[in-house]
């Protein structure tokens, strides 16, 4: 293991998301909703990475995501990887794909468009325009949505914050 992994502790069993966009860990968690749970986590904010300068990692101790979480990670950070860890060892490792369309996951805030529409409930579904920088289009009203405004849907709440922190 190198010195760089080393700056922030293994986890007996959980997750670890790796190679997240600088900067994006704390939208991550709190979008996906896992700053809710109360497991410990370990975020590290701009680590040095030789492949792309710089990224984000967080550990999730006792966690393991869900597809909805991992579907609204590879559409804030589309680089990152996914490692499963039980008794200290990586026993799964995933990349992240952009799905072409989004369904579900995002809110639409044109208040006409009809996945508003709550006499007809239907479900939102996005199309990716542009990866990088993130540009999705709703396929219902056209409106488009750059990264900084898009909304998830929001998830039950269960309460408790992160419980620790660390500065790399
Ligand atoms: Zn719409």
Same mark, same amino acid.
């Given at each position: 293991?190198?010195?760089?992994?080393?700056?922030?502790d293994?986890i007996?069993?959980?997750?670890v998301?790796?190679?997240?966009?600088?900067?994006?860990?704390?939208?991550?968690?709190n979008?996906?909703?896992?700053?809710?749970?109360?497991?410990?986590?370990?975020?590290?904010?701009?680590?040095s990475?030789?492949?792309?300068?710089?990224?984000?990692?967080?550990?999730?101790?006792?966690?393991?995501?869900?597809?909805?979480?991992?579907?609204?990670?590879?559409?804030?950070?589309?680089?990152?990887?996914? &490692?499963?860890? +039980?008794?200290?060892?990586?026993?799964? #490792?995933?990349k992240? *794909?952009? @799905?072409?369309? %989004?369904?579900?996951?995002?809110?639409?805030?044109?208040?006409?468009c009809i996945?508003? &529409?709550?006499? +007809?409930?239907?479900d939102?579904?996005? #199309?990716?325009?542009? *990866?990088? @920088?993130?540009? %999705?289009?709703?396929?219902?009203?056209?409106?488009?949505y750059?990264?900084?405004?898009?909304?998830?849907?929001?998830?039950?709440?269960?309460?408790?914050?992160?419980?620790?922190?660390?500065?790399?």
């Amino acid at each position: 293991m190198s010195q760089k992994n080393l700056r922030i502790d293994r986890i007996q069993k959980g997750t670890v998301i790796d190679h997240i966009d600088a900067g994006y860990a704390l939208t991550i968690l709190n979008l996906t909703g896992l700053d809710e749970a109360s497991n410990l986590m370990t975020i590290g904010v701009n680590v040095s990475s030789q492949k792309y300068g710089k990224k984000d990692i967080v550990k999730i101790e006792n966690v393991f995501l869900d597809e909805v979480q991992m579907a609204q990670i590879s559409i804030l950070s589309p680089n990152a990887t996914i &490692s499963l860890i +039980e008794n200290y060892e990586v026993i799964e #490792k995933k990349k992240v *794909e952009m @799905p072409r369309i %989004i369904k579900k996951l995002i809110v639409c805030e044109t208040k006409t468009c009809i996945s508003n &529409s709550n006499k +007809e409930p239907i479900d939102t579904e996005f #199309k990716v325009l542009e *990866e990088k @920088p993130l540009k %999705i289009q709703c396929v219902y009203c056209d409106r488009i949505y750059k990264l900084n405004e898009i909304k998830f849907k929001p998830r039950r709440k269960k309460g408790k914050r992160v419980k620790q922190m660390i500065q790399l």
